[in-house]
Each structure stands twice: as C-alpha cells, then as structure tokens.
Nanobody, 126 residues
Framework: QVQLVESGGGLVQAGGSLRLSCAAS????????MGWFRQAPGKDIEFVAA????????YYTDSVRGRFTISRDNAKNTVYLQMNSLKPEDTAVYRC???????????????????WGQGTQVTVSS
C-alpha cells in the first residue's frame, strides 16, 4: 500500500508559477513510476505528466510540454510538478498517482495506476 499526499496548489495569476509536491509513504517509493493528472470542473480527468522510477524517463501531454516539468527525489519520497507560464485553462484539481508496472505505452491511462492522492486545487486567474 502507498499513501500519496499532494500539496502546493493555490491561486495564481496567468503567467505565474507553482510547484506541486506529492509525498509518498508506505512501500518503497523508488519502486514506483509516478504520474500527475488533473480534472477541471465538468471535465474528465486528464493525463498531465509521468516519470519513471529512476527519473530518467519523462512524459507530458502536449498542452503542458515546455511549461511543466516533472521530477522526483527518491531520498525524500517525493515527486514534483513545476508549473510555469500558467494559463487559466490549467485550472483543475491535480492528483498524483503511482504504479509499479513500467510506464511504456500506458503512462497516460488512469487505469494503469494503482494508488492515488486526494488532489490539490490549482486556480489560475486571467
């Protein structure tokens, strides 16, 4: 069992930055590949970014590539999402997720992840 707790959300103006954190507890964090997803009001949950267990492989959805950066610190059992040049359309609840199976091919599927955090709200004002 892995417990995930997100933090770092808030209200920011368009063009601003936030860094989200996802702290993991339970089983060995470095065994897990990690993802960030988001869900805006009235919309389906969507994939944002993913990172493999060692941090050498990262994946992004097209709408955030070049603006967001996913990283991890296995010594701190934490995965991060650095979000720059934020836009109002980035407003959503952001959730992190963990999976033990390799990311390749299914990293953007919610069904591919085993554990989920509760989420942190990000609101970008125009």
């Amino acid at each position: 069992q892995v417990q995930l707790v997100e933090s770092g959300g808030g209200l920011v103006q368009a063009g601003g930055s936030l860094r989200l954190s996802c702290a993991a507890s339970g089983r060995t964090f470095s065994n897990y590949n990690m993802g960030w997803f988001r869900q805006a009001p009235g919309k389906d949950i969507e994939f944002v970014a993913a990172i493999n267990w060692g941090g050498s492989g990262t994946y992004y959805t097209d709408s955030v590539r070049g603006r967001f950066t996913i990283s991890r610190d296995n010594a701190k059992n934490t995965v991060y999402l650095q979000m720059n040049s934020l836009k109002p359309e980035d407003t959503a609840v952001y959730r992190c997720a963990a999976r033990m199976k390799p990311l390749s091919g299914t990293y953007s599927y919610t069904s591919a992840y085993d554990y989920w955090g509760q989420g942190t709200q990000v609101t970008v004002s125009s």
